[in-house]
């Protein structure tokens, strides 16, 4: 087969198959600038920690004004693309208002983030610093990256959130779902091969460790046969819960209560009352209260898990 012959297969293959961009008209957000967004907003994050070049508090102020002018044109035009795609009316206005509003949360979720990287310390024994945390947890790039994510999935625009988290997914293994809704002081142990679902919620001081699934246990379909968008699928978190690792949790009508620890390898499809813990006991799931002084296992006092029955 010579070159002519393969260029030939291949035009008619987009004319009979689709999956390209939309030459002719609209075109669609640009991966590698919207992987580039990515990089500086953790830049804009956290300055000082990823420069080439040291930098001084002098300079901070000048540095941040040219990043935010920078990210808010670059993202104004991705979000204008994306707007376009879906048919939107007044997509350059409203990509600028978007842009605006998103930048607007950067504090607020600043706020949050530091909040995760005080979870990361205080959960893992092995951290030496906070600076090694966020230079270095993976766990910090999916959960910023998801939290700018989420503010432009809420504000309903397409497929730049998702290709936000998928950068993070990309780079850390920890797959996060922008339109999640995740609270504060939350922590991902280890972070490779976590999924959290779209309609998934999580409440505060929250850890899950390496593998874990919040995932849908069931999709309703359409007389088509096609996927219901938009329905409730996936499971509710609450506060103080603790998740070991390749726990699989399914369904939009399950719902783990605050202060509730659910074991290694446990595949849930139901609710757990608040003040449980949840383990196999040979292959039968034990669901049952915790203890007064049953407590997750990384304490450090001996004392404080002596009364539990289960190992991880």
């Known amino acids: 087969m010579h070159l002519d012959d393969i260029k030939k297969a291949l035009l008619e293959s987009y004319e009979t198959q689709g999956g390209i961009n939309h030459l002719d008209g609209t075109n669609l957000p640009v991966e590698e600038s919207v992987n580039r967004l990515a990089s500086d907003f953790m830049h804009l994050l956290f300055p000082g920690f990823f420069e080439q070049q040291p930098v001084t508090t002098k300079a901070v102020s000048a540095l941040t004004e040219r990043r935010l002018n920078d990210i808010a044109s670059r993202l ?5 693309k994306s707007l376009r795609f879906a048919q939107i009316p007044q997509p350059g206005v409203r990509a600028r208002e978007f842009t605006l509003i998103t930048l607007g949360r950067l504090p607020e979720i600043r706020r949050i983030i530091h909040s995760d990287v005080k979870a990361a310390y205080q959960g893992d024994p092995a951290a030496r610093s906070v600076e090694e945390i966020i230079l270095a947890y993976p766990c ?26 998928e950068y993070a997914h990309g780079r850390t293994g920890c797959d996060i ?26 409440g505060q001081h929250v850890k899950i460790y390496q593998g874990v699934t919040l995932g849908a246990k069931s999709f309703e379909i359409d007389d088509a046969g096609n996927p219901i968008k938009g329905v409730k699928r996936h499971p509710d978190i609450d506060d103080h819960v603790t998740i070991y690792s390749h726990a699989t949790i399914l369904g939009g009508d399950t719902h783990v209560g605050a ?15 608040p003040h449980s813990i949840v383990y196999y006991k ?10 007064k002084k049953e407590i997750a296992v990384e304490t450090t006092r001996a004392d404080q898990v002596k009364d539990g029955d289960w190992v991880i």
């Open 76 to 80: 104004a035009s991705e979000i204008e």
């Open 140 to 165: 910090v790039l999916a959960i910023s990256l998801q939290r700018i994510a989420h503010v432009l999935y809420q504000l309903h625009v397409p497929l730049v959130p998702r290709i936000l988290t």
């Open 177 to 202: 779902h922008p339109g999640a809704e995740i609270g504060a002081h939350f922590f991902i142990d280890h972070c490779t091969g976590v999924v959290i679902g779209e309609t998934a919620r999580i």
């Open 259 to 273: 202060n509730s620890i659910i074991g290694a390898n446990v595949w849930l499809l139901q609710s757990v009352p």
């Open 282 to 291: 040979g292959e039968s799931l034990v669901v049952r209260s915790r203890r």
